[in-house]
Every structure is written in structure tokens, then in C-alpha cells.
């Protein structure tokens, strides 16, 4: 008998978990069922699984009386911490979150920065359900469940080597598509700034210091820290920002400045984000060097 992907499905309501497992069998792919994060953990912890499929809303522990879309989002964070490899174009072990109503929608954009794979609106449309199961298994390079077996792709980035940093400038909600080595990453306006700040930086050959990014002199910066944990998932523990003290950051020498989509950055409507992308844009002749 041909060996089967097997999925783990986090559903507090009964009859979606049993629908999503009648979906996943005729994809042949089988499935094991939990209602609540305790008990999700648990199984991750003594089980392998191809792929997750998770309400954004579930129960903390069994004996929990409400469910909370914080307690589905914590759990995708607990996934990441253990599964965080990344094929290139994708995560090694695909998580697709469940979103069951209007309101959450806005949730379900956010935990792609997360680590989520996909998000699948609820109620399910079957045949959306098990195309999506399926473009997150090829895109992750799990097409067989052989594939499964096999270890999860090593970290190829070498900085020594150079990577190329790129903004798509893609909107997906409240975020900007980014791309490290051609892997996407999407940034909060926020982060957004202070990469741009930093690459802009980088082209002018200047350190950035911390009054650049919004930050007082006495003040200490959390940006930095903050964009550091959004480049996370891309860049694993390579960090690509220099910090050489009293306030001043630059981007690692051997980064390399891709395209930039300024037009797209634009369309945000952020005065910040636009004149730094006119920044970026004009030629190195025509930016002023710091010494």
C-alpha cells in the first residue's frame, strides 16, 4: 500500500474537523484530530506530521470553556520555533490557518508573518480546500510522502557570499512584501522604515543613527529588535544589521540592494516610506555621502 501524508488537524468544531478529514482522505492524505493547543502540542511533540491545518480560533486546553484566535496564533509561533526550515520558496512543513469569520480576517493576514503557508476561509469549499493542501505540499517539496522522511533543507544563506535584498512592495493587508534571497518576508509599516532607512543608509555608505528611526538621545530603539524578530523566519540566525553602538546601525557590508518597487511603495501613502524610496531610487551620484 502506497504510504500516505498525514496531517494534523486543529479543529474545535466537530463537524469542520470531520469534513477537513474527509477532504484529506480523498487526497489520500490521513489525519489525526485534536481540539485545543495542549493537546496539539503534545502531538507535534511525539508524532510527524506533513502538514497542519489550524482553526484560528481554538480552546487553550481541553476543559477551557472559550475559544480565542490568540490561542491558534500561539500555537502557529509554537510550530514556527520547531519547524522554522524553509525550502527557498516556502516552509519546510506547510501550516494552513483556518479563518471562520469576518472579523478574523484581518487576524488571518497577520499570522502570515507568523508562518503561516495559506489561509483558507471558512465555511469550506471543498475543492479550494484540498488545491490549497495541495499547492502548499509541492510548494514545500513534499509531493510524496517519501518526501516527508527526508531531512529538512539546510540553511543555504551565506552572507559571505551575498544576498540580495529586494522590495516587491506587494500589500498584503497592512504589510509590504519583501524578498532576502528570494524569500518573502511581509513587514509592518514600521519595520518597513527602518529597513528603508538602513538601505538607503547602506547606498549612501553612512551609519543610521537611532534619531533617524524616531528615537530620542536618551532613548534606546526597540525598531531594530523588532524588525530583526520579522527577518526571523527568512534569515533564521543570520543577522544582517550592524549594530556599531551609540545609536548607530548599518546593514552587513556583503547585502546586496536589489530592485525596489517604488511606485507600490508610493501607493501607501506614507510620506516616510515615499521619500525614502525616492532616496533609494536615485542614482549613487546624485546622493549625498556622509564621511
Known amino acids: 500500500m502506497k504510504p500516505r501524508h498525514i496531517a494534523l488537524v486543529i479543529e474545535d468544531d466537530r463537524e469542520t474537523a470531520e469534513d477537513l478529514a474527509e477532504i484529506l482522505l480523498s487526497i489520500d492524505c490521513d489525519s489525526d484530530m485534536v ?23 481554538i480552546k487553550s486546553a481541553a476543559d477551557s470553556i472559550k475559544g480565542h484566535v490568540e490561542h491558534g496564533r500561539a500555537l502557529l509561533r509554537n510550530i514556527r520555533e520547531k519547524y522554522g526550515e524553509h525550502t527557498g520558496a516556502a516552509f519546510w512543513l506547510p501550516v494552513l490557518i483556518l479563518s471562520g469569520f469576518a472579523r478574523e480576517v484581518s487576524e488571518a493576514v497577520e499570522v502570515m508573518k507568523d508562518g503561516a503557508s495559506d489561509v483558507i476561509q471558512k465555511p469550506l469549499d471543498r475543492h479550494q480546500v484540498s488545491e490549497r493542501i495541495r499547492r502548499a505540499l509541492q510548494a514545500s517539496g ?9 531531512p529538512p533543507p539546510a540553511q543555504r544563506l551565506n552572507l559571505k ?13 497592512r504589510r509590504t512584501r519583501v524578498t532576502i534571497a528570494s524569500k518573502p518576508v511581509q513587514l509592518t509599516d514600521n519595520s518597513l522604515k ?3 532607512h538602513l538601505m538607503v543608509g547602506k547606498a549612501k555608505g553612512a551609519l543610521v543613527h537611532k534619531r533617524d528611526l524616531g528615537a530620542a538621545e536618551d532613548q534606546g530603539f526597540k525598531g531594530i529588535s523588532i524588525l530583526r524578530n520579522e527577518l526571523k523566519g527568512v534569515l533564521g540566525n543570520i543577522d544582517i544589521i550592524k549594530n556599531h553602538y551609540h545609536g548607530n546601525y548599518s546593514l552587513e557590508p556583503n547585502l546586496i540592494i536589489g530592485e525596489c518597487a517604488v511606485d507600490k511603495l508610493l501607493e501607501i501613502g506614507d510620506k516616510t516610506i515615499s ?8 542614482p549613487a551620484s546624485r546622493r549625498t555621502r556622509k564621511v
Not at 37 to 48: F, I, P, Q, T, Y
Open 35 to 57: 481540539d485545543n493547543r495542549a493537546d496539539a502540542l503534545v502531538e507535534l511533540k511525539n508524532k510527524s506530521f506533513c502538514l497542519i491545518l489550524l482553526d484560528l480560533q
Open 142 to 150: 513534499r509531493q510524496t510522502h517519501e518526501q516527508c522522511l527526508e
Open 275 to 282: 521619500d525614502l524610496a525616492r532616496e533609494l531610487q536615485k
Open 161 to 173: 557570499e551575498g544576498i540580495v535584498i529586494a522590495i516587491p512592495g506587494d500589500r498584503i493587508g
Open 194 to 196: 527602518v529597513l528603508l
